[in-house]
């Protein structure tokens, strides 16, 4: 369970600061999973096709599935269409963020892109685990 935790983690922070500038900023990692579940159990996973609503390039996209399926892949788990144990939804989002760190006088817009990974029960269909990125992002790189 702890093994599949660090995991993703991992992988999120290595795909995400290798595709960062190097004056990106990552700044908050984060996961929340589900006590009850048993993740040992767990050996055969499938992708959810991306919304069409996720502002990811398709190179991009490409690049963070395979990534997340060599991490998966290395730990033993096996990516199959036919009776995955769990599904990978991945999602991203882009929010504008305040930036106040100057004084009360002097401040400005920034936007904080997120990536999230979500594992889902393939039979319960209810989010098992968690993970998600966020990072500064620079508009003038």
């Avoid at 999973?33 to 993740?39: A, L, M, Q």
């Avoid at 996209?61 to 033993?76: E, F, P, Q």
């Amino acid at each position: 369970m702890n093994t599949l935790r660090i995991l993703v983690i991992f992988c999120l922070m290595g795909f995400v600061a290798g595709c960062i500038p190097s004056r990106g900023l990552i700044y908050d990692t984060n996961y929340d999973y589900d006590i009850e579940t048993d993740f040992s159990k767990l050996k055969r996973y499938n992708w959810l096709p991306i919304p069409v609503t996720t502002k990811l390039d398709p190179l991009n996209a490409k690049r963070i599935v395979a990534a997340v399926d060599t991490h998966l892949k290395a730990r033993g788990l096996v990516k199959t269409p036919d009776q995955p144990d769990f599904l990978i939804e991945l999602t991203t989002g882009v929010l504008k963020k305040m930036d106040t760190t100057g004084g009360p006088t002097e401040y400005g817009i920034y936007e904080e892109g997120r990536l999230k990974l979500n594992f889902v029960d393939a039979n319960a269909k209810e989010i098992i685990w968690k993970g998600e990125m966020r990072v500064r992002l620079q508009p003038n790189l």
